[in-house]
């Protein structure tokens, strides 16, 4: 049976499926289906497609496509309502803008920003014996592990699963093997006082996402009153780090309040352009020094001083920043700080 050409088709339900794991990612599931029969990912996709063209990781994973997750779910031995209910679709509200990546159009399909904690997948591995992609990790306001504290990393689907194999194996594309971009880091991280604000940063980066997450999902409730404060406003921030710079029409707002200690100036030149982007659209390390910036910024003194300097009052370091959006931007800025804790 194993690498057996004609194994996946639809309308038959295949004779074993590995269990479906925690929080797990639908095209990940199939990912490791596909493994298991000697086959790839992309096998099992051009079985639930036309005939001629593979459906998209990502238009399952959002559930875009019901005639092949109809196909698919007859694959796996379930029904139809039970596979769309596992869709970042169907589980997550406003998908649209609280997803990574874009639900894209009927020409170009939807695209995702996939992700995943190494941590994590060697955990997973461990105690499973096998390693998956989570749905928490592909949502754009996760770019730490909550567990780990440590950065996601850019993922492919169908790629091996540990982030160090896809690196290993990345000369050898004929090998189907399509490792994620690999994270810049800026050679001023390299010193034992920047690592331990590093990792400071890191931490309070899980927990001010763990809160903004569950206020995405309506359970803000459970949050600490504090935290949800700062969560706020690394929110807003983010946000008006996206905006056009009307004083520097060629790039984002981003790059005025962008931290050397984070941010490379040579990285940062190359990916300039005019604004304003979605947040969701942007790739995982653009989204992660956003919020690693807005995270430190509204950060103690001693994370600020580390890495926003120079150092004033946090607010005053804002001042320059409403004389650099549109009137429009300038009155949802002004909308939203009203908003936040009023002990700044
Ligand atoms: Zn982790």
């Known amino acids: 049976m194993r690498g057996r050409e004609g194994t996946f088709q639809p309308g038959r339900a ?69 596979l769309m209910a596992r869709t ?134 459970k949050s600490p009153s504090s935290w949800k404060g700062r969560a706020a406003i690394v929110r807003d921030l983010a946000w008006a780090f996206t905006r056009a710079d009307h004083r520097e029409p060629d790039r984002l707002v981003y790059e005025a309040f962008s931290s050397m200690v984070l941010d490379n100036p040579w990285h940062l030149r190359r990916r300039r352009r005019p604004g304003p982007v979605e947040f969701a659209t942007l790739p995982l390390e653009e989204r992660h020094l956003l919020l690693a910036t807005a995270t430190a910024m509204s950060g103690t003194s001693e994370l600020r001083e580390r890495i926003c300097p120079p150092l004033g009052h946090w607010t005053s370091d804002l001042a320059s920043l409403p004389q650099r959006l549109c009137e429009a931007d300038r009155r949802e800025w002004c909308m939203r700080r009203r908003a936040w804790p009023t002990a700044e």
């Open 14 to 82: 295949l004779p074993i499926v590995p269990p479906l794991e925690n929080d797990e990612l639908i095209s990940s599931w199939l990912n490791r289906t596909a493994g298991f029969y000697g086959l790839p990912l992309a096998a099992l996709l051009r079985a639930a497609g036309d005939g001629r063209t593979s459906v998209l990781p990502a238009a399952v994973d959002f559930g875009t496509q019901q005639r092949a997750l109809g196909a698919l779910a007859t694959m796996l031995g379930m029904n139809v309502a039970g």
């Open 88 to 221: 970042i679709g169907a589980t997550q509200p406003n998908a649209a803008s609280t997803v990574a990546g874009t639900a894209g159009s009927r020409m170009t399909g939807p695209r995702l920003h996939y992700a995943a904690c190494p941590h994590c997948l060697e955990q997973q591995r461990i105690e499973r014996g096998a390693s998956w992609l989570c749905r928490a990790w592909v949502l754009a306001s996760r770019t730490v592990c909550s567990i780990h504290h440590a950065p996601l990393v850019a993922v492919v689907p169908g790629s091996p699963a540990h982030p160090l194999w896809s690196e290993f194996y990345r000369p050898y594309q004929a090998a189907a093997v399509r490792p994620g971009r690999e994270r810049q880091i800026p050679a001023a991280l390299h010193s034992p006082l920047a690592d331990r604000a590093i990792a400071l940063l890191h931490k309070e980066m899980a927990v001010v996402q763990d809160v903004m997450l569950t206020e995405v999902a309506g359970q803000d409730g």
